[in-house]
């Protein structure tokens, strides 16, 4: 996942794009796990089992993706590799038709 | 001398298998099936190993030649559910038979016995959560006939239960197969582990129908099956939570905002980054 999430975040540094996390490892390990794995993005720092943002999202399987529009719609779920980044892709296209 | 020996020869090395069938104790006879799952286990933890040694994609294809047939070591337990089909230890033995059997008289025997020795029990419960992630119209018939027929009201729920969560992963799994999100060899490797029949089965399925009934199902457990366990919690906040979302955090919802610190201890917002398209990941390392 890492990998292609790097790549994702690379690819499209100048656009209005964000990958935000939401991390369920014990939230003191976090810090190091994020330089271990050259993780630039910024994530919630949840704790065990994804604690209440887990809960609240009802998130039971890891990774669990959602892809939000620039307004905060919920336009995709559990899309992974190709198909997410497309996703991404399209709507920020959609984002620079709009403003034309 | 010969016509002696080979008699009685015979009946000793017979006596061990079919007297000792009927007097086993309870506990050997839990032991010699968690003894033929550990066999399958390992045959599959030896292919495991093997596959990631191997160094292409010809060499995996014929490691993925040799992969364990569950059927034959399931076919192992006949003798032991035979002795008494009626105890726990057949319970379990049947439970596993009917998942894993590649033969289809097989598991419908395993199936038919199953609920003929064990509908009435509430370790029926168990089973059904073991079929509730791999969608098959035979495992929704299993689960809807235990919550047809069981005197339990916690195991009704649990079945109920494991029905929602098939349906759900049968949507999901249709989805995968129409949505054109994966690529041809992922596809093609997909379809062959789901089985032409499963297929087949998704194909057919009423996308539309299904996540009302799973809604309708949902708010039945709701009510009536609140208070029965689950993992940690209860069927009621489990159901609670799969209503929030189908309700809340479906495709073309606002998403609920997010509050929390990250890894330096600073608190920021998902609604933050409004104005901008956003990956949201859930993730771990542990």
């Not at chain 1, 330089?35 to 604690?51: C, M, N, V």
Request: contains cysteine; proline residues 4%.
């Amino acid at each position: 996942m890492f990998p292609h999430e790097r790549s994702l975040v690379a690819k499209l540094a100048d656009k209005p794009f964000a990958l935000v996390g939401v991390n369920s490892d014990p939230i003191e390990e976090l810090p190091a796990i994020q330089k271990k794995e050259q993780i630039t993005w910024r994530s919630f720092a949840a704790g065990p089992g994804g604690g209440e943002i887990a809960k609240a999202w009802n998130v039971r399987s890891w990774p669990t993706i959602y892809i939000l529009d620039e307004d905060g719609v919920i336009r995709a779920k559990n899309l992974r590799d190709e198909a997410m980044e497309k996703k991404v892709e399209e709507l920020l296209a959609a984002m620079a038709t709009k403003k034309k | 001398m010969r016509t002696i020996i080979t008699p009685l020869l015979v009946a000793t090395l017979l006596t061990p298998i079919l007297g000792a069938q009927q007097q086993i104790s309870p506990d050997d006879r839990k032991a010699h099936v968690a003894c033929v799952k550990k066999e399958l286990a390992d045959a599959e933890t030896a292919l495991f190993e093997k596959y990631q040694k191997a160094k292409d994609d010809a060499e995996r294809e014929v490691v993925m030649k040799e992969r364990p047939d569950g059927g034959t070591f399931a076919k192992k337990l006949w003798p032991l559910v035979t002795a008494n089909p009626a105890d726990d230890a057949a319970a379990e033995a049947l439970a596993w038979m009917m998942r894993i059997s590649e033969d289809a008289a097989d598991k419908k025997k395993a199936t038919e016995l199953l609920f003929q020795h064990h509908v009435k029990s509430e370790a029926i419960a168990d089973v059904c959560a073991s079929l509730a992630y791999q969608p098959s119209k035979a495992n929704l018939e299993f689960v809807e006939r235990v919550a047809k027929e069981t005197p339990h009201d916690a195991v009704r729920g649990q079945a109920t239960w494991a029905k929602v969560q098939l349906l759900g992963g049968a949507l999901r799994a249709a989805e995968s197969i129409t949505g054109g999100a994966m690529t041809p060899e992922q596809q093609k490797g997909y379809e062959e582990y789901l089985g032409a029949g499963t297929l087949a089965w998704l194909k057919m399925l009423d996308g539309k129908a299904i996540a009302a009934s799973r809604e309708t199902l949902l708010e039945e457990i709701a009510t009536k099956f609140a208070d029965v366990k689950a993992g940690h919690g209860t069927l009621g906040e489990a159901a609670k939570a799969e209503l929030f979302e189908l309700r809340n955090l479906a495709i073309g919802k606002a998403a609920p905002d997010i509050v929390g610190k990250d890894a330096d201890g600073v608190q920021f917002k998902l609604s933050d980054y409004r104005g901008k398209v956003v990956l949201l990941d859930f993730w771990g390392e542990w």
